[in-house]
């Protein structure tokens, strides 16, 4: 019998992409901790301690901002999960122009995210945007959708969930596919309907996929900033303001190393949030 012989590699294949990972990852995140401590410009900087975040914690439009987050990210997590999973099921069963219907779900992730706010933006306008104009033509009053502070987050949120439920419903028809048909099968044998096969195959063993869309989904509502800028600019007052762009306006402000400490906090608030849900769903899933 013959040993097969292992081969390695040396560890300066790893370089080149250890280069690259410390240049644009690590050593920036190093800086920034760093640079959140000082008060600076792009010639100058001067060491001032934990006064920026003290700084930022005492911003008024903080806690706010702390909140609309949060209900951002729930709102447009949940709604991409279940959207996603009810589109994905429904574009893997025998449903007629299923290939093209897939198209045009995922058509909207394909599109710039500030052209899409602008155009949303304008279709909401209260008085001659084209959603009241329709609802008008039915006899109903439309509301002011980004101008009213009790339904302009929810309102953006919307438009998020349109824009990304096709990411989830690709990464859901890729989980669906994967499931071997055997098992509806032999559910059909045993007198199973679409409705049993859903609840007892579909949805069980889609687990992975929908783990998946809700990480990625719930980070990117921790971190949106360019939909909410574009459609609302935090307004009004401060009604759609996230932790990012709260960070945004200090930067145009000139406040480079209070936003920085923005940046900082909105960092460990996503980690904090996130990786505890990531252990909370890996380990679920392991126990299927």
């Given at each position: 019998?013959?040993?097969?012989?292992?081969?390695?590699?040396?560890?300066?294949?790893?370089?080149?992409?250890?280069?690259?990972?410390?240049?644009?990852?690590?050593?920036?995140?190093?800086?920034?901790?760093?640079?959140?401590?000082?008060?600076?410009?792009?010639?100058?900087?001067?060491?001032?301690?934990?006064?920026?975040?003290?700084?930022?914690?005492?911003?008024?439009?903080?806690?706010?901002?702390?909140?609309?987050?949060?209900?951002?990210?729930?709102?447009?997590?949940?709604?991409?999960?279940?959207?996603?999973?009810?589109?994905?099921?429904?574009?893997?069963?025998?449903?007629?122009?299923?290939?093209?219907?897939?198209?045009?779900?995922?058509?909207?992730?394909?599109?710039?995210?500030?052209?899409?706010?602008i155009a949303f933006s304008t279709?909401?306008?209260?008085?001659?945007?084209?959603?009241?104009?329709?609802?008008?033509?039915?006899?109903?009053?439309?509301?002011?959708?980004?101008?009213?502070?009790?339904?302009?987050?929810?309102?953006?949120?919307?438009?998020?969930?349109?824009?990304?439920?096709?990411?989830?419903?690709?990464?859901?028809?890729?989980?669906?596919?994967?499931?071997?048909?055997?098992?509806?099968?032999?559910?059909?044998?045993?007198?199973?309907?679409?409705?049993?096969?859903?609840?007892?195959?579909?949805?069980?063993?889609?687990?992975?996929?929908?783990?998946?869309?809700?990480?990625?989904?719930?980070?990117?509502?921790?971190?949106?900033?360019?939909?909410?800028?574009?459609?609302?600019?935090?307004?009004?007052?401060?009604?759609?303001?996230?932790?990012?762009?709260?960070?945004?306006?200090?930067?145009?402000?000139?406040?480079?190393?209070?936003?920085?400490?923005?940046?900082?906090?909105?960092?460990?608030?996503?980690?904090?949030?996130?990786?505890?849900?990531?252990?909370?769903?890996?380990?679920?899933?392991v126990n299927l």
């Amino acid at each position: 019998m013959t040993k097969t012989k292992m081969r390695t590699y040396s560890y300066f294949f790893l370089l080149p992409a250890g280069i690259i990972y410390f240049v644009f990852y690590l050593l920036p995140t190093i800086l920034s901790f760093f640079f959140s401590m000082t008060r600076w410009t792009l010639t100058k900087w001067t060491y001032i301690g934990f006064e920026n975040y003290a700084t930022f914690f005492s911003e008024t439009s903080l806690s706010i901002g702390f909140r609309n987050t949060l209900v951002y990210a729930v709102v447009t997590c949940g709604l991409k999960v279940v959207l996603g999973l009810l589109l994905g099921a429904f574009l893997t069963s025998r449903v007629l122009f299923k290939n093209y219907l897939r198209s045009v779900i995922f058509f909207p992730t394909l599109l710039s995210t500030i052209a899409v706010g602008i155009a949303f933006s304008t279709m909401m306008h209260p008085s001659h945007g084209m959603f009241n104009t329709v609802l008008a033509s039915l006899g109903i009053t439309g509301p002011d959708w980004l101008g009213n502070t009790k339904i302009a987050l929810l309102s953006v949120a919307m438009v998020d969930v349109w824009k990304g439920v096709g990411v989830a419903t690709v990464i859901y028809i890729a989980g669906i596919s994967a499931i071997p048909q055997e098992y509806y099968e032999a559910l059909k044998i045993d007198g199973g309907n679409n409705y049993s096969a859903f609840w007892n195959i579909t949805l069980p063993l889609s687990r992975p996929a929908m783990n998946s869309v809700i990480i990625l989904a719930f980070i990117g509502g921790l971190r949106s900033f360019d939909l909410i800028w574009a459609m609302t600019k935090g307004g009004p007052g401060f009604t759609t303001d996230l932790i990012a762009s709260i960070i945004y306006k200090q930067y145009q402000a000139g406040f480079y190393g209070l936003a920085t400490a923005g940046n900082v906090i909105l960092f460990i608030a996503v980690s904090v949030l996130a990786f505890p849900l990531y252990k909370f769903l890996t380990k679920s899933e392991v126990n299927l």
